[in-house]
């Protein structure tokens, strides 16, 4: 089946630094890709809508300046976690959409701990 | 607003036992409707969907789902529970393109 790769899996950073999350379809082009947050022993909150060549679509209350999403061809997205701090620690999911929804796939995700 | 609420934070089972998973919606006319599942640390893998049709729809893995329109409901069950199966499942709602709401989420444990 199509296969959804997130990069890197693990990431521990610095408060003040930059991180950089990339989302790649595999065997397929995605269209849309989401990016998702996920809080220990919580749901998965969608934080923006990735079109490829357009601006992302942040949902309320999701600072687009903190999460930069980059679209930039139909295989891959990518999340930038600017100035993170403590509070971002999380586990940011990606997926990748080519039209129906049963051909909505998931990454593997990638936890991030913010020191 | 649309919302999906899983009433058990989790639930163990003993292995081969049978298997339900709650899951209650909140939306104004039917929605699309989705159960995943999400083993630690990794992304989410779906187990199966309804769009419209037959009510009862089958997945993978041996689960399936019912949809009652009249109980705003879309429960998961699986006839024997196997230790592989425990993770976390996920209902989740497409109220329109694109956009899934998840549910919080439920921890299946399976007893051996």
């Known amino acids: 089946g199509a296969v959804v790769s997130q990069h890197p899996s693990r990431v521990i950073c610095k408060s003040g630094t930059s991180v950089k999350i990339e989302c790649r379809s595999l065997?397929?082009?995605?269209?849309?890709m989401f990016w998702y947050r996920q809080f220990p022993k919580k749901s998965l909150m969608l934080m923006a809508t990735s079109n490829e060549g357009s601006k992302a679509t942040y949902e309320q209350g999701v600072e687009k300046d903190k999460f930069l999403i980059n679209h930039a061809s139909l295989t891959l997205s990518t999340l930038t976690v600017t100035s993170a701090h403590p509070e971002d620690s999380s586990f940011y999911i990606c997926?990748?959409?080519?039209?129906?929804?049963?051909?909505?796939?998931f990454g593997s995700g990638t936890q991030l701990s913010v020191l | 607003a649309q919302s999906v609420t899983q009433p058990d934070i989790h639930i163990t089972v003993s292995e081969g036992a049978s298997l339900e998973l709650r899951c209650n919606y909140s939306y104004g006319a039917t929605p699309y409707l989705f159960w995943y599942v999400q083993s630690p640390g990794q992304g989410l893998q779906l187990l199966l969907k309804y769009f419209s049709g037959d009510t009862l729809v089958q997945g993978i893995k041996g689960f399936e789902a019912e949809f009652k329109r009249s109980q705003s409901s879309f429960n998961l069950r699986k006839p024997s529970v196997h230790w592989s199966d425990a993770a976390e499942y996920f209902c989740?709602?497409?109220?329109?393109?694109?956009?899934?709401?998840f549910g919080s989420g439920t921890r299946l444990l399976v007893r051996p």
């Open positions: 997926s990748a959409q080519q039209e129906e929804y049963e051909k909505l796939f």
């Open positions: 989740a709602v497409a109220p329109g393109p694109y956009k899934l709401i």
């Open positions: 065997d397929f082009q995605a269209t849309t």
